[in-house]
């Protein structure tokens, strides 16, 4: 199974890097939108933290999680990122472009944004 099939087998969480405040934030709506090129579709609130950080960078990460990681979804969707560093205790790398990819997942997309 190619990397965009796996999207709608367990959660996954957004991440980003907007001047260098590192985010994420588990997703319930994220969904193909084409295969050639690759695109994707993820909605993420007006009022959330993310959604601000969002707004100041063009480029974001897709991790999608295995279905032992429900406790690191649970975390990523509970706290706000605005009160927490959500990335101290996860292991992570920074991307060439320093979007945060956890360690250990199913699958990684780096994308940018191309419509909001």
């Known amino acids: 199974m190619n990397a965009?099939?796996?999207?709608?087998?367990?959660?996954s969480i957004v991440t980003m890097n907007?001047?260098?405040?590192?985010?994420g934030i588990t997703?319930?709506?994220?969904?193909?939108?084409?295969?050639k090129?690759?695109?994707?579709a993820i909605s993420i609130g007006k009022q959330r933290y993310s959604y601000e950080l969002l707004e100041n960078?063009?480029?974001?990460?897709?991790?999608?999680?295995?279905?032992?990681q429900?406790?690191?979804?649970?975390?990523f969707g509970r706290k706000s990122g605005r009160n927490t560093d959500k990335f101290e205790n996860a292991e992570?790398?920074?991307t060439e472009n320093g979007i945060p990819k956890i360690k250990d997942i199913v699958a990684?997309?780096?994308c940018k944004i191309v419509s909001k």
Do not use: H, Q
Request: hydrophobic content about 45%; overall charge positive.
């Open 37 to 40: 090129p690759p695109m994707i």
């Open 27 to 35: 997703v319930a709506w994220i969904t193909r939108v084409s295969i």
């Open 4 to 11: 965009l099939g796996k999207i709608y087998n367990v959660a």
């Open 18 to 23: 907007s001047n260098g405040k590192l985010n």
């Open 108 to 110: 990684f997309f780096e």
């Open 92 to 94: 992570y790398e920074l």
């Open 70 to 75: 429900k406790d690191l979804a649970s975390f």
């Open 57 to 68: 960078t063009d480029r974001f990460g897709v991790c999608i999680l295995s279905k032992n």
